[in-house]
């Protein structure tokens, strides 16, 4: 289980959004890391092929994803940054249509689907309408759905955003336990949240990588006391 | 199929299906001066007459109208001022009737009220009209036949191998020699083929059922579907059935519920065996068949015609990767397909693009009963056939491409360059609108954030179309008084000019 990044290039007009990014991720949690409009997005736009790339590879165990095609989107699962959904269904409809869209068996489909409401403690929201939802209710619907089938890989944009600490707590170790077999990639600017999970910490700016080590590493090999003093210290010397 | 349902049992779909269905009703309620009392007398009249002869019937229609026509200049006489033209009219009624025409009138006219004797003449007059072409069509189609001979013998048509001399000779192979017509209850059919508010609803609900393919575009949404392993071409598969369900039951809702309602409310559908050449609006429909085949053959044209519009929009939709740009190409390919529809004349070159258009297939009948050839390199080939054989590999294409579309936009791209320059102009722009007033600002975005521009067209097209079809319904209600003053034109202003 490997999925490899080799100089990966996008530009959208002038503006270079990846700019030979290369590395190559193994099953754990990584953290990426990177000020605003680093290309932490594009990166995930790219490996779940909903943005066209212009140059490198990304390879899974070898091969292609673009010559995977649907093989490789089975492995994946996705939590884009942005919260669209159809406003209309429930949770638990929302969460189905997700299933059947992804593949999944009906039985599969409705066992998990309790399991991972479950985890997102949504239970008792199943039945509301998507639409009527607080931002972090949406976020962990959002989440729920990107665990569908349980992914080999599992592309996180900013899971964190919007939710209580409460939850973030519930949600961290629960993606602690996820990572033991898959490929889990996680973007935040909460340092917080990866500080204690994280296997390795990758730095990001102008679509390039900057900085990557395990986590202690990077924290450390800088003198510094916390992630976030790392992010700060790591992005500036350089 | 979470999909199916998502799009089919939507709130929305089945309340625009519902609004539509009862603006249809509404509308063939108020349009329709016609009462119940008008269809029971016709009902009763139509039977005494299906049991003659269609000569017998039109004798026993003549004779009672011309006793209506001769009660009407009775009383116009009684009430005429004018004493020259009311000697004018004494002498006309004692020259047919004799001396005594007031008495002899009166008697022969019977003794109804004139509410029930308006309605008995309205109908006198409709089945007289049928009559008239029942007994007319066999010589029309001799015509047609003669028409072909004694054009061979003309020159300029003779040229072998043109368009016209094949045109001819086409024309003539493709009418029948002799129909068998029935007189019969024609209302509802007639209503069926040439309702164009039920067209155009029909395509509004196809239009409305594609946009349910675009709702996944809002941000994020459509990466996650795009990122799924059958959120791609199997997706497109899959909506390319569902808008052929929702085409379904959109026609036999709309255009069924209609007809069933006019049916109804008119006495039925007539003869189902009859053939539909039997109704007048079919005289240029050169193929002889039941009314039921015409029925059945007419749904799936509805429906497989309504779909290809629907796949048609929602490839155009989904090839522009910015909705309200998709939706400003869709716009004006359907106006320009419309406009090529509407106002290219027969005899243009140019008129197989009304044949090869989209509005061929929303409102088909119209070209359906319009019987016309189209010169195709020198060889004749009728425009309706064009259109409906063009359905199946179109079809087919559109399919391809919906397929292909789904399956190959990407959710994130650069931006469009169209944008980006709208975006220039939007500054200055967007400074223009942040002064207007609170009302002003209020009515920017009621009108264009919120679309409400888009129902406001859409009300206006309504509107619009709605007083353009209504038929001139002043000389309807009046057809009493315009049917006598042409009837009784003739002579007396004749004698009067003297
Ligand atoms: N569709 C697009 N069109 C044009 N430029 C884009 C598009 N998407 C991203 N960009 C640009 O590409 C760069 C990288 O953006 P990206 O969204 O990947 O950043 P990010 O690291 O995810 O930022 P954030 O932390 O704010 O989420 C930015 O400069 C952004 O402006
Ligand atoms: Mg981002």
């Known amino acids: ?238 | 199929m979470r999909e199916g349902r998502r799009v089919l049992l939507a709130p929305k779909v089945w309340g625009l299906l519902a609004l539509l269905l009862a603006f249809n009703l509404v509308l063939a309620v108020t349009q329709d001066w016609r009462t119940g009392a008008y269809y029971d007398e016709y009902q009763s009249a139509l039977r005494a007459c299906q049991a003659l002869s269609t000569e017998e019937a039109m004798e026993s229609v003549e004779t009672e109208l011309s006793a209506f026509q001769a009660l009407s200049l009775l009383e116009w006489y009684e009430s005429e001022e004018d004493p020259e033209l009311k000697e004018h009219l004494r002498q006309q009624l004692e020259d047919s009737f004799g001396v005594d025409f007031e008495r002899r009138i009166r008697e022969s006219a019977g003794s109804e009220d004139e509410e029930r004797g308006a309605i008995r003449m309205e109908v006198l007059q409709t089945l007289q009209e049928q009559l008239q072409y029942i007994r007319d069509y066999p010589d029309y189609l001799l015509q047609v036949q003669d028409n072909a001979e004694m054009m061979k013998t003309w020159e300029i048509f003779n040229k072998e191998g043109g368009f016209s001399s094949r045109n001819i000779e086409k024309t003539a192979a493709d009418f029948p020699t002799s129909v068998e017509l029935r007189l019969d209850n024609d209302y509802a059919v007639t209503d069926l083929v040439t309702d164009t508010v039920g067209s155009y609803s029909l395509l509004v609900f196809t239009l409305f059922l594609t946009l349910q393919f675009l709702i996944e575009r809002k941000r994020g949404l459509w990466s996650l579907i795009h990122g799924a392993p059958e959120g791609r071409g199997r997706l497109a598969y899959k909506r390319g059935a569902i808008l052929l369900l929702g085409v379904v039951i959109g026609t036999l809702v709309l255009l069924g519920g209609k007809l069933l309602f006019v049916a109804l409310r008119s006495g039925g559908l007539g003869s189902l065996t009859r053939n539909v050449q039997s109704t007048m609006v079919f005289s240029d429909f050169p193929w002889v068949m039941p009314v039921w085949v015409f029925l059945i053959g007419f749904f799936l044209l509805k429906i497989l015609g309504m779909w290809l519009v629907g796949m048609a929009v929602w490839a155009i939709l989904q090839s522009v990767n910015h909705l309200p740009l998709a939706l400003c190409a869709a716009g004006i390919a359907l106006a320009g397909e419309y406009a090529l529809f509407r106002f290219i004349p027969d005899s243009y070159t140019i008129a197989i693009f009304r044949y090869v258009n989209l509005f061929a297939l929303v409102d088909v009948t119209s070209i359906a009963l319009h019987y016309l050839n189209l010169n195709l390199f020198g060889w004749p080939v009728q425009g309706f056939l064009l259109s409906i054989g063009l359905i199946p590999p179109v079809l087919a294409l559109l399919f391809g491409a919906n397929v292909l579309l789904t399956a190959r936009e990407k959710p994130v791209s650069r931006q469009n360059s169209l944008l980006a320059l709208a975006d220039r102009i939007r500054v200055p722009f967007s400074r223009f609108v942040s002064r207007l007033r609170l009302f002003g600002m209020e009515l920017y975005k009621i009108l264009w954030l919120q679309k409400g521009v888009l129902i406001v067209l859409l009300a206006a097209a309504f509107s619009f179309g709605f007083l353009e079809m209504q038929p001139p319904d002043e000389e309807l209600y009046d057809t009493e008084l315009s049917w006598i003053s042409a009837s009784m034109a003739g002579p007396i202003t004749e004698q009067t000019l003297e």
Request: proline share 3%.
């Open chain 1, 1 to 238: 289980m490997q999925l490899e990044i080799d100089k990966l290039s996008k530009a959208y007009g002038e503006k270079l959004a990846q700019d030979g990014f290369t590395y190559s991720f193994h099953p754990g949690v990584s953290a990426i890391l990177g000020p605003n409009g680093a290309g932490k997005t594009t990166l995930m736009n790219l490996i779940t092929d909903c943005t066209k790339r212009q140059g490198g590879e990304i390879r899974y165990d070898g091969t292609d994803i673009l010559k995977l095609g649907k093989e490789f989107r089975q492995r994946l699962g996705f939590m884009p940054q942005s919260q669209g959904m159809y406003e209309q269904m429930t949770a638990q409809d929302f969460l189905a249509y997700m299933a059947e869209i992804k593949g999944l068996k009906k039985k599969t489909a409705a066992a998990q689907i309790r399991e991972l409401l479950s985890v997102v403690n949504l239970e008792k929201a199943a039945h509301q309408k998507v639409g009527s939802f607080s931002g972090g209710m949406r976020q962990r619907v959002l989440l729920a759905q990107a665990m569908l089938g349980s992914p080999e890989v599992l592309l996180l944009d900013e899971p964190t955003a919007g939710l209580d600490p409460e939850e973030r707590i519930r949600l961290r170790g629960y993606i602690e336990k996820l990572a033991a077999d898959r490929i889990v990639l996680i973007t935040t600017h909460i340092t917080s949240d990866v500080e204690t999970i994280a296997d390795e910490i990758l730095l990001m700016n102008h679509g390039k990588l900057l900085f990557a080590a395990k986590r202690g590493e990077f924290i450390s090999g800088c003198g510094a006391a916390s992630l976030e003093d790392a992010y700060i210290k790591r992005l500036h010397a350089l």
